[in-house]
């Protein structure tokens, strides 16, 4: 168990490591969120809703960028740097989460073989998209985890699909599930 307790950021996305995320903060807790996390050298988690609260496995972000935006809102941009486990949540009074964390292992280094060569054509497809050029992205198509991370990022899948392909064991069952994941998107209703 981690001894810092993160801020958690509840969104209703799923956010991989390597993945940027632009946001626009302007809830005074998300503030206090961005100074605690600048003040103290340590990033937040970002995880989907579950419930009343917050899935138990997140991503770990650093902040790299921020500006104050022409409304007087706060922009930033975070990058993912780690999956975590969390435990212990509880809440400020002003509804700020935060938790106890456990960094889970990086994923072994492994590279798509033929059998995922679709999937890296698809995410060498989508990286070509202008909404995805300006996330400024800088994709491995080499490694089976940059792949599931981008993919499970950037396709239109419910957000319980991408929980779920955010816990796979390990970057090949995590591409096979997306596999799985796409011919569901792609069948006929």
């Known amino acids: 168990m981690s001894e810092i307790r993160l801020p958690v950021f509840v969104l209703g996305l799923v956010l991989a490591p390597g993945g940027r995320l632009p946001l ?21 988690v970002v995880v989907a809703p579950d419930g009343d609260g917050f899935s138990p496995r997140g991503c770990v972000c650093r902040i790299v960028d921020f500006d104050q935006l022409p409304d007087g809102c706060l922009g930033l941009t975070a990058v993912g740097d780690r999956l975590v486990e969390l435990s212990q949540p509880s809440q400020d009074d002003d509804g700020l989460w935060w938790a106890e964390h456990v960094d889970l292992p990086p994923e072994a280094d492994i590279e798509p073989g033929e059998a995922e060569a679709d999937l890296v054509s698809l995410l060498a497809s989508l990286s070509e998209h202008p909404a995805v050029v300006s996330l400024e992205l800088d994709i491995d198509f080499e490694s089976a985890s940059e792949v599931g991370w981008r993919l499970l990022e950037l396709l239109p899948f419910d957000l319980a699909v991408k929980q779920s392909l955010i816990e796979q064991p390990n970057p090949l069952a995590r591409l096979n599930a997306l596999r799985e994941a796409l011919s569901t998107l792609q069948a006929p209703t």
């Not at 626009?24 to 003040?39: D, N, S, T």
């Open 24 to 44: 626009r903060i302007f809830e005074p807790r998300y503030l206090a969120m961005v100074k605690w996390c600048m003040r103290h050298q340590q990033g937040f």
